[in-house]
Nanobody
Framework: QVQLVESGGGLVQTGGSLRLSCAAS????MGWFRQAPEKEREFVAA????????YYPDSVKGRFTISRDNAKNTVYLQMNSLRPEDTALYYC????????????????????WGQGTQVTVSS
């Protein structure tokens, strides 16, 4: 059973920055998703298990950076130039097996989910 624990959410003003952390119980391909009230869950970033490959949707590209420290089994999401539309509950997720050094971009690819951490960006 993979355990994921997110931290680092909070309240920030428009243009500010936050760094989210996700501590995992092992080394897996990982991703970040977010869900705002009354909206569908949205893919935010993904990283391969080695950290060599990353992927972002256009909505966050150039503002968000996913990284990992495999010595600590921790994945990070650095969020810069935050906007009110970035307000959501952010989840980290893990793919439960390693098939290749690749990224996964849809929620159905992920087997395990954290409890979520709230990010609120005030205007």
């Amino acid at each position: 059973q993979v355990q994921l624990v997110e931290s680092g959410g909070g309240l920030v003003q428009t243009g500010g920055s936050l760094r989210l952390s996700c501590a995992a119980s092992g080394r897996y391909p990982m991703g970040w998703f977010r869900q705002a009230p009354e909206k569908e869950r949205e893919f935010v970033a993904a990283i391969s298990w080695t950290g060599h490959n990353t992927y972002y949707p256009d909505s966050v590209k150039g503002r968000f950076t996913i990284s990992r420290d495999n010595a600590k089994n921790t994945v990070y999401l650095q969020m810069n130039s935050l906007r009110p539309e970035d307000t959501a509950l952010y989840y980290c997720a893990a793919v439960g097996a390693i098939y290749a050094d690749r990224v996964y971009t849809t929620s159905r690819d992920y087997d395990y989910w954290g409890q979520g951490t709230q990010v609120t960006v005030s205007s």
